[in-house]
């Protein structure tokens, strides 16, 4: 947790089972022990505050506390960010056998959506705050609902300073966001992208077959539904896909390649080819 209104609501409403607005943090049924998790970036001059806050906060709610410090530097970006704390995150949940949660809420999802939507997003982008692995209790609550509980409990919480700087992209569009109409319209197109994507899904998982993958396959069922497969075949294969950009390059190669040829798609990723079929593979698994 980061200390901040929306991380201390959650824990609060954790710990004494008490309703945030219409959401219940309990809808889910998930009991047992609660750990705080902190994760300093180390991007802001004072965020070793956060960290005593929040280590006294676990203790004044008698709960386990695990925390990390890295040195990303005021100039590191949010998703670099991101990836180190849930990185952290997902330690600390392996540690306990425990189920990550987050104090995400409605506002979050409709500025995640417009920060996507900022940047080019492809329909993926708006199906966002989706992982079957974190939770989200809050997730249909409003960041009224949650100052308002904190207004009703008097819970006090750490303000991030840089929530009031124009730093970031997601600071800048909040204060563009602030109509409830809006933010309830970006929330159910979310939602709608959510269940298109799990139907998508599931379509990949049973046409892409197993390696070695067709050639003759990919290269005639439309580009669209292509640059899917890969996505699909790249997960399962390497654990993550690279960029709509990259597997639209691996398209062409799969239409156009030699025989006995390669490309590079990222670092320690190639797909090799041969005539009538191609395979991803990590090289450092080849080599060894």
Known sequence: ???????????????????????????????????????DHGIRSDSADDEVFVSQLAKQYNCEYRSRRVELGAHASENTARQQRYTFLREV?????????????????????????????????????????VLRPLQDATKQDILQYAAVHAITWHEDSTNATDTYLRNRLRAKIQDDDLIFQLAALR?????????????VTGLMGVAPYSRYFLAH?????????LRGIFIRECGESPTVPVRRRALHAIKVARQGSFMHVAAGVQIRFTRTHFVVEQTDKVLS
Request: one cysteine or more.
């Open 93 to 133: 949940c392996g540690e306990f056998n425990a189920v990550l949660m987050t104090a995400h809420h409605i506002n979050d999802i409709a500025e995640t959506i417009a920060i996507n939507l900022t940047r080019g997003t492809g329909w993926r982008g708006l199906a966002v705050m989706d992982s079957p692995t």
């Open 221 to 229: 069922c439309g580009d669209g539904v292509a640059i899917e497969l």
């Open 1 to 39: 947790m980061s200390g901040g209104v929306d991380s201390v609501v959650l824990l609060d409403a954790l710990v004494r089972q008490r309703t945030v607005g219409r959401v219940d943090p309990w809808q889910s049924n998930h009991t047992g022990a609660i750990i705080v998790a902190h994760f």
């Open 191 to 203: 939602t709608a992208q959510v269940a298109t994507k799990r139907l998508i899904d599931e379509e």
